[in-house]
């Protein structure tokens, strides 16, 4: 073997084809279409994914808070007050709702209120807080949704020993359609 074939066969080896350069771009082009595809669609979805998890999350904690307050409260009366009142029994705000009851245990009786209050955030958001009080006590407050549609997006309406509450969320320009919940529960009866 001469010297020059072993020089063309080393030189051969030693890079790509045009073949298999367009060949390869070829391929990445059907990789990545798909992929820059998804991705296009991920970030075009995404405010309105946010806004429906942030929705069904006050949702669930809607229902965890007010379904046991309502089943506790008791049916004297002036125990639900499900109008927009200045009450300051607990909250020192304006209610929504006021719920109140009474437990006894070995003759001492502890008297719960509980008051659902929309409050103005910083940042131009409202917010429906709950506020407890035991026994006239200091108001113990906790945030249930982080996204109400405005200072009114809370109705309350009491048919017998049912208590409805319905919430409007806010929209946001991917989702015009608001997210809306309910929750209810009944009272105690006598």
């Not at 229902?63 to 020192?92: R, Y």
Request: glycine residues 10%; proline residues 4%; aromatic residues 6%.
């Amino acid at each position: 073997m001469s010297r020059a074939g072993v020089d063309l066969r080393a030189r051969g080896e030693a890079g790509f084809t045009l073949i298999e350069l367009l060949m390869s771009v070829v391929m990445m082009g059907f990789i990545i279409a798909p992929l820059a595809a998804g991705v296009m669609v991920g970030l075009r979805t995404s405010g309105e994914t946010s806004n429906r998890l942030s929705g069904s999350n006050d949702a669930q904690l809607l229902a965890a808070w007010l379904t046991p307050d309502i089943q506790s409260t008791g049916n004297q009366a002036g125990d639900v007050v499900a109008a927009p009142t200045a009450n300051t029994e607990c909250s020192g705000v304006s209610n929504r709702l006021r719920l109140r009851w009474r437990e006894t245990q070995g003759g001492t009786t502890t008297t719960y209120v509980v008051a659902y209050a929309i409050v103005a955030g910083t940042d131009g958001r409202w917010f429906l807080n709950r506020y407890e009080c035991v026994n006239g006590g200091a108001a113990t407050p906790h945030v249930i949704l982080r996204n109400l549609a405005s200072s009114t997006a809370v109705t309350v309406a009491t048919s017998g020993t049912k208590v409805t509450m319905t919430v409007t969320e806010k929209t946001d320009p991917t989702n015009p359609t608001p997210y809306v919940i309910t929750a209810s529960a009944y009272r105690r009866t006598p």
